[in-house]
């Protein structure tokens, strides 16, 4: 639910790949389509292709746990045990194809939920701030949109209080906004038009009156798709403050 339309069609994509390069690899080893053994390497060096290609090419890992490889890396090496066997014969071939089949029959349902939640958990942690990510991942993943959303603005809050300094106790809420984003008086400054200013005080003040106030007095209702987007712009949120304290401090030492 956290990871942004476009990467989770493109991990699907490669998935979609992946398991039907897989599945063609298999019936071609059970038909014995091949001419000769560089007929079946190739095919098995696409397959393994696809595989590689659900992995960013800087990941160290391309398992879940570097103790424990995935049930589609187990199932790779015995079938390319089999196929760079010295000589490649009827018998090899079907062996091969009996792993692809069990694989695609016994384990490729649990490979695919665990490389999901996997990709899940490094897009998202890479996406939103680590501890926003950490407090409403189980929340959205569990269907208590509500919770989750409360959360990422007990997080922003939090989030602005260490930017600024103040402490979590005496400053919160409104005057939090305020300390942070005031016209002129906020401790963090766009630097530009006083509009934008005060349209980022508008903002952050805003937000919180609309989603964060109702939530924490009473019963909301939100729908999981609009809870995942609320938390989002908090991401955001939360990146702004950020990058425009960094852009204060440049100037202070400037």
């Given at each position: 639910?956290l990871?942004?339309?476009?990467?989770?069609?493109?991990?699907?994509?490669?998935?979609?790949?992946?398991i039907?390069?897989?599945s063609?690899f298999?019936?071609?080893c059970?038909?014995?389509f091949?001419?000769?053994?560089?007929d079946?390497l190739d095919g098995?060096?696409?397959?393994?292709?696809?595989?590689?290609?659900l992995w960013?090419?800087?990941?160290?890992e391309?398992?879940?746990?570097?103790?424990?490889?995935?049930?589609?890396?187990?199932?790779?090496?015995?079938?390319?045990?089999k196929l760079?066997?010295k000589r490649?014969?009827?018998?090899?071939?079907g062996?091969?194809?009996?792993?692809l089949?069990?694989?695609?029959?016994?384990?490729?349902?649990?490979?695919?939920?665990?490389?999901?939640d996997?990709?899940?958990?490094?897009?998202?942690?890479?996406?939103?701030?680590?501890?926003l990510?950490q407090?409403?991942?189980?929340?959205l993943?569990?269907?208590?949109?509500n919770?989750?959303v409360?959360?990422?603005f007990?997080?922003?809050?939090?989030?602005?209080q260490?930017?600024?300094?103040?402490?979590?106790?005496e400053?919160?809420?409104?005057?939090l906004?305020?300390k942070?984003?005031?016209?002129?008086?906020?401790l963090?400054?766009l630097?530009?038009a006083?509009?934008?200013?005060?349209?980022?005080r508008?903002?952050?003040?805003?937000a919180?009156?609309?989603?964060?106030?109702?939530?924490?007095?009473r019963?909301?209702?939100?729908e999981p798709?609009?809870a995942?987007?609320?938390?989002?712009?908090?991401a955001?949120?939360?990146?702004?403050?950020?990058?425009?304290?960094?852009k204060?401090s440049?100037?202070?030492?400037?």
């Amino acid at each position: 639910m956290l990871l942004l339309d476009y990467m989770a069609f493109y991990k699907a994509d490669l998935y979609i790949e992946f398991i039907q390069s897989l599945s063609w690899f298999r019936m071609y080893c059970a038909g014995r389509f091949g001419k000769n053994k560089s007929d079946y390497l190739d095919g098995f060096e696409t397959l393994e292709t696809r595989y590689k290609d659900l992995w960013f090419d800087d990941e160290e890992e391309k398992n879940f746990s570097k103790y424990s490889p995935s049930s589609a890396e187990v199932m790779l090496d015995k079938v390319k045990k089999k196929l760079y066997s010295k000589r490649l014969e009827d018998k090899q071939i079907g062996e091969a194809s009996s792993f692809l089949f069990n694989f695609l029959n016994n384990d490729e349902n649990d490979f695919r939920t665990r490389y999901f939640d996997y990709q899940t958990d490094v897009l998202g942690d890479f996406d939103y701030p680590t501890e926003l990510y950490q407090v409403v991942k189980e929340l959205l993943k569990d269907e208590h949109p509500n919770e989750a959303v409360l959360n990422s603005f007990k997080f922003l809050d939090s989030h602005l209080q260490k930017i600024i300094g103040v402490n979590s106790h005496e400053t919160y809420g409104e005057d939090l906004v305020n300390k942070a984003f005031a016209l002129n008086t906020g401790l963090l400054q766009l630097g530009t038009a006083t509009s934008e200013q005060a349209g980022l005080r508008n903002f952050f003040s805003g937000a919180n009156a609309i989603f964060r106030n109702p939530s924490a007095h009473r019963f909301m209702k939100f729908e999981p798709f609009d809870a995942a987007a609320i938390v989002a712009m908090v991401a955001v949120m939360a990146r702004m403050a950020i990058e425009i304290s960094k852009k204060d401090s440049k100037k202070e030492l400037s």
